[in-house]
DNA sequence: CACTGTTGTTAGAAGTTCTAACACAAGTTA
DNA sequence: TAACTTGTGTTAGAACTTCTAACAACAGTG
């Protein structure tokens, strides 16, 4: 039999290493995560920690899986609360509560798409987290109205992942769409949380909005759009 | 009197240092650059190398400074090959330019717009190479046609941005469509080379294309979009 | 009481960046 | 030719890091 007060006392212990590390990893980037200074901080010696993750490597996996868990959780709780709203305003909640998740830790936005670790491969249940993101914001485009068809063989690709992970009834555009729709959103919080914008002296939450906007209504109407096919 | 075959015998022992920390790079990320690890393989020692940087993180710089210098090399090549030809095919070929560059060299594509190196911030000469990307962009958008305003204070910083750099000719309607274009390439570039479609099963070139013709044609007309004001 | 499992300790190996002190060779100058 | 300066290399070592091994101490159980 397990002793409950013991596996909580762990819990507590793995639960403050990773609040330290994240401190670090705000302040000084991963490379400024170092067990050894974490112990100091806890009041143990270094070694000590070894007993609660196996290495530097396993403490930094539980950050990632952490941190997915954390951003799934965010956007679908966006999500909940926007219910009976219209798409649109559906939508333009999902990428605000993206954006503030991103822009108000930005450590733990690039943890996620920022360089990956050296040869680090996501386990099988942090891939199935990751799509719990994507997988809301699937929720909340309307299935029906014109679903021009994409490239055949991206079409196909795409029903095949969706059907891999039981989205089977989502039509391929709309997964195309969910998919670029997400890429432009983190376009444009990728740059900004690694700081890209930083010398140009604009507010990135403009371009996130007008970005958002374009998204909802079409490049054709939305303000502040060039039609890079020109006048004629 | 500079000795200029010392001269030269310096630049060739920074250069060769350089590209086997690429290769470090390429390998192991960032963190696997070891100054003593480069050492050894040039057939030194390690405190050797302190003659030729001052440390690890000039060798960093310098890596980023290269790299900054090489991209921007690459479009612009791909923007006077284009010269002629129609906005949207200059597009497709600079689009094509600035992928090719990023997924043959992850790694260094990473090291530009993945997550910051900490506490490093750009020198003034990095910065103005990096516009360099963006200048070629810009300059091959047509800068008549249909402009409407973008939101006001968004168009104004813009204005300035351009403005402080010699580019006050631009209208800041270009100006957004440059930058927005770039956020999605970018977009969908940095999910591909940090591995983030991996999973997925599908091809990214595809799903890059895609998003190139979007960009050109708007997004009511192009194919395999939804737009997410939905039917109504 | 004895046994077991968990958590902590110190010691140490092997690696890192980087500094200091010293040796040597090449080029310049008196 | 001799002396000096400069650049490049060396070894030694400080101060870090991750991580393993061996040992001590404690809590809970039979």
Chains 1, 2 share one sequence.
Do not use: C
């Not at 705000?26 to 067990?35: D, L, Y």
């Amino acid at each position: 039999m397990v002793n409950v007060r013991r596996e909580r006392f762990r819990e507590e212990t793995k639960t403050e290493a990773k609040r330290i590390a994240l401190e670090q990893l705000a302040e000084q980037g991963i490379s400024g995560i170092s067990v050894n200074a974490i112990a100091k901080r806890m009041g143990v010696t270094g070694p000590a920690l070894y007993r609660y993750f196996k290495g530097r490597d396993e403490l930094l996996n539980d950050l990632v899986r952490d941190a997915w868990h954390d951003l799934a959780d965010t956007v679908e709780a966006s999500v909940e609360a926007s219910e009976g709203a219209s798409p649109p305003d559906r939508v333009r909640a999902f990428a605000e509560a993206f954006r503030t998740w991103a822009v108000t830790q930005p450590h733990r936005y690039l943890l996620l798409f920022g360089t990956p670790l050296p040869g680090y491969h996501a386990p099988q249940d942090t891939i199935l987290t990751a799509h719990r993101t994507m997988s809301a914001l699937l929720g909340i485009l309307p299935h029906e109205g014109p679903h021009p068809a994409g490239p055949s063989t991206l079409d196909a690709q795409l029903v095949a992942w969706a059907g891999s992970r039981g989205e089977g009834e989502v039509p391929p555009a709309v997964l195309l769409t969910g998919l670029r729709a997400f890429t432009r959103l983190h376009g444009v919080l990728s740059l900004e949380v690694s700081g890209q914008f930083g010398p140009m002296g604009f507010d990135p939450a403009l371009l996130y909005r007008a970005e958002v906007e374009s998204l909802i209504l079409g490049d054709s109407e939305a303000r502040g759009s060039t039609r890079l096919s020109g006048p004629g």
